[in-house]
């Protein structure tokens, strides 16, 4: 593993890598740091700039606009009390407090510091724990890849919050758009209508695109005059040793909790942070002074923010599963450099494999570099205001998926995915399920048919093998979680109503 | 919410119908070893189907009260700038990127709030620019061209 690493040091060491990287991180903090523009979105929008790229550059611009934008949410969340990102929102509760009192430079600074242990230890774990997992993935065939595929679809309903059932059907719906295309097992066209841009089923890029980035900004387009300014001066950045003492062990243990709640499929960076922040608090020794605005309160979300940064990757990297939306766009940018995720990736390119490792823990110093030195610029990308900021995304919108193949029929798949993608948010139907089905759809299909086939069409063989019917077991309990939790409560709520 | 809910279910349901009458004119594998092209759209139609009724009864028992906002005074903006894109899209096809952007920024810029002229003009050609330039020039990625470009 050491050679492996030093391997992709090597490789890292390189200047239009590590420009990319620190582009990545500047383009994803200065993202972060836009409310209403978020990690999944910022991801998916500027995906199409990688096309060109080889991979290790491309990746790795992605990877850093992940945890950049990730850290970047924590600026507006100090500043203005508004999470820059879902992850953010924890963030804001002491972050502005301690910004109120005049200390918004010690806040970022905090956040900064935070943050870089948080996303490193996270990409530490990620580098121990993924080799010896791929090696597991490695004695798979077709029963456990469709009991793999399943683990991902279950989390569809942990990601559709109040809407479970609205969750699920659009899932389904997802599920079905991807077996738009010619049948892999029979060489079958399905739903293509003789139009040959769909032969090989719906690209989902664009389709990720119009869902994450079109739609949400017609959404915003709704409060889009609120003027944005910033009182605050910025003054002490550095954290003093006082604080640091304070910091380092929250961080750290936040930055662990993040990394395993990214590792589970489904939990994204805000419920990371809101469990470090609880644990923080149990674990001070003065819990009273949470939501005061002390160093700890800031220090514990914005670690374990970034820490599901490198969990979430895990399950990406060894099993081909995205662990929620924004790495579900990473999958499709590594498929679109001709990269699988998956155990075979470890086997057939670790080079490559080791090469994102270290270059993601670049990513994260940059991070904390860029956090100090350019926090004023990013201050001021706040104040960008919204009605210029919005026809720009549009433009984005349209380039990018233009770009994917030269092709205009992409920008109107991303279009007509963005009109229903709008609809769908006003109606309350949640739109990470579609995208997740649309990604582990096919892989469902063909695992399932091939698990048929090996079987002679007896279904038994995806229980009867061990590893197949524990991962099912898991995707059983996973997606029935949030029903049975929300049906507790609400009997709990009703014997509390009787007394 | 309520109307919204029970539009959706019968178009999904409808969606669900139009599967399984696609799908039945696949070629069968019935009695083979293999599954044929029809086995994985028909689960999954029948349980939107499925789905579909459920979301549609339970709506229709239910006292929601709240509206969707999808005819709201504030969604007339969101419907406009649908069409301002499509007339983009439409123009990129013809005068290409380098003309067709700054007069779609300039439009919509307007449109949202800005008066400043000068302003306007100089935003939307320094816009254009810059996307010009990180796409086309430093990055290599195409860019419409339109068919005078």
Redesign the interface.
């Known amino acids: 593993m050491l050679e492996l690493l030093g391997h992709g040091l090597a490789a890292v060491m390189n200047f239009e890598i590590l420009f990319m990287i620190a582009c990545g991180v500047a383009a994803g903090i200065a993202i972060g740091a836009l409310p209403g523009l978020t990690a999944t979105m910022g991801v998916a929008l500027l995906l199409p700039l990688t096309f060109g790229m080889d991979a290790e550059s491309g990746i790795l611009l992605l990877l850093g606009i992940y945890a950049g934008a990730i850290y970047g949410g924590s600026i507006s969340a100090i500043l203005l009390k508004t999470p820059g990102t879902p992850a953010a929102a924890a963030t804001a509760i002491d972050g502005f407090e301690m910004s109120k009192r005049g200390e918004a430079g010690r806040a970022l600074g905090i956040s900064a510091v935070s943050s870089y242990i948080g996303g490193t230890l996270s990409v530490i774990l990620l580098i121990l724990i993924s080799p010896q997992l791929a090696k597991i993935g490695l004695k798979f065939s077709a029963p456990e890849y469709f009991a793999l595929a399943m683990f991902g679809l279950s989390i569809i309903s942990s990601v559709s919050g109040k809407h479970v059932l609205k969750g699920i059907m659009a899932g389904v719906i997802g599920l079905l758009v991807s077996t738009v295309g010619i049948d892999i097992v029979t060489g079958y066209q399905r739903f293509t209508f003789g139009n040959m841009n769909l032969f090989n089923g719906f690209s989902f890029i664009p389709v990720m695109i119009g869902l994450f980035a079109l739609s949400q900004s017609f959404i915003s387009l709704e409060d889009m005059m609120k003027k944005v300014s910033i009182k605050q001066s910025l003054h002490r950045i550095l954290p003093t040793w006082e604080d640091m003492k304070k910091v380092i062990p929250t961080a750290l243990r936040s930055g662990l909790i993040g990394t395993f709640i990214g590792i589970i499929p489904g939990a994204g960076g805000d419920i990371g942070a809101f469990v470090a922040y609880n644990e923080a608090k149990r674990f001070s020794k003065h819990p009273e002074k949470f939501g005061t605005g002390i160093p700890e309160a800031i220090a514990a979300p914005e670690a374990a923010n970034n820490g599901v940064t490198g969990g979430a990757m895990v399950p990406l990297l060894t099993l081909g599963i995205p662990g929620d939306a924004t790495t579900a766009i990473m999958l499709g940018a590594l498929i679109m450099q001709g990269l699988q995720p998956g155990p075979l990736l470890f086997r057939d390119h670790a080079p490559l494999v080791y090469t994102i490792f270290v270059g993601f823990l670049i990513a994260n110093f940059f991070m904390l570099i860029l956090g100090f030195v350019g926090i004023k610029w990013f201050t001021k990308i706040i104040t960008i205001p919204a009605y210029i900021l919005t026809p720009v995304i549009f433009v984005l919108c349209i380039v990018g998926s233009y770009a994917i193949n030269n092709n205009f029929f992409d920008v109107i798949v991303m279009f007509v995915s963005g009109i229903i993608g709008y609809v769908m948010q006003k109606l309350e139907f949640p739109a990470s399920p579609i995208v997740l089905a649309l990604i582990l759809g096919p892989m469902a299909e063909r695992e399932l048919r091939k698990s048929l086939m090996m079987s002679d069409g007896e279904i038994s063989v995806l229980f009867t093998r061990p590893i197949s019917a524990v991962l099912l077991s898991i995707a059983v309990i996973t997606f029935f979680m949030p029903i049975i939790k929300k049906t507790i409560t609400n009997i709990r709520q009703q014997r509390e109503g009787q007394k | 919410?309520k109307k919204?809910?029970m539009i959706?279910s019968i178009i999904?349901i409808l969606?669900g119908i139009f599967?399984l009458f696609?799908?039945s004119s696949?070629?069968s594998?019935e009695g083979g070893?293999?599954?044929?092209?029809d086995?994985?759209?028909r689960i999954?139609?029948l349980?939107?189907i499925g789905?579909?009724l459920?979301?549609f009864i339970?709506t229709f028992i239910s006292k929601d009260e709240s509206k969707?906002?999808?005819f709201d005074i504030?969604?007339i903006?969101?419907y406009i700038?649908?069409v301002s894109?499509?007339a983009?899209?439409v123009a990129?096809?013809i005068i290409g990127?380098i003309f067709a952007?700054p007069l779609?920024?300039f439009g919509?810029?307007r449109f949202?709030?800005?008066k400043h002229y000068p302003k306007l003009v100089l935003?939307s050609i320094v816009?254009t620019g810059i996307?010009y330039s990180?796409?086309k020039l430093l990055?290599?990625?195409?860019?419409?061209t339109g068919i005078i470009g």
Do not use: H, Q
């Open positions: 919410m919204g809910n959706i999904l969606i599967v696609e799908i696949f070629p594998y070893t293999i599954t044929g092209p086995f994985f759209p999954l139609a349980t939107i789905l579909s459920i979301l339970s969707t906002g999808l504030y969604a903006k969101a700038t649908m894109i499509l983009y899209m990129l096809n990127f952007t779609f920024l919509l810029v949202y709030g800005m935003v816009i996307i990180v796409f990055l290599a990625v195409p860019l419409p």
